[in-house]
């Protein structure tokens, strides 16, 4: 059986996406899915962004659903993007207990 289609998309100027990455993979190999499978997409332009309904980066969609709701941007898609962790807090990545719940993985 085939695992999920795990997709990651990243804008190089936000310095956020590196760790983000770096979690995915280990959620991944938690998750018994392999890290080598993650389709990587890098946005380089707004035209990039808006084909890709791109809200920031880093941005982590699985079957093709993010993994945490996403605000649109305010201006330009090429941004970090802010998640909302559980607790109410602010962060750059999003909350590693949505991306496990996302790759099926037990909470």
């Known amino acids: ?12 100027g936000c310095p956020s996406w590196e760790r983000g990455l770096a979690e ?16 990587m997409r890098q946005i380089e332009t707004e035209d990039d962004a808006a084909r890709e309904s791109f809200p920031g980066s880093p941005t982590i969609r699985v079957d093709g659903a993010d993994v ?13 993007r802010v998640y909302r962790r559980r607790d109410g807090r602010p ?3 999003p909350d590693p207990e ?10």
């Open 1 to 12: 059986m085939a695992g999920p289609r795990v997709e990651f998309l990243w804008w190089s």
């Open 68 to 80: 945490a709701e996403a605000a649109p941007s305010a201006d330009s898609p090429l941004t970090c």
């Open 24 to 39: 995915l993979r280990g959620a991944m190999e938690e998750a018994g899915l392999d890290p080598a499978s993650i389709e």
């Open 98 to 107: 949505d991306v496990r719940a996302a790759l099926g993985s037990p909470e």
């Open 91 to 93: 962060s750059p990545l």
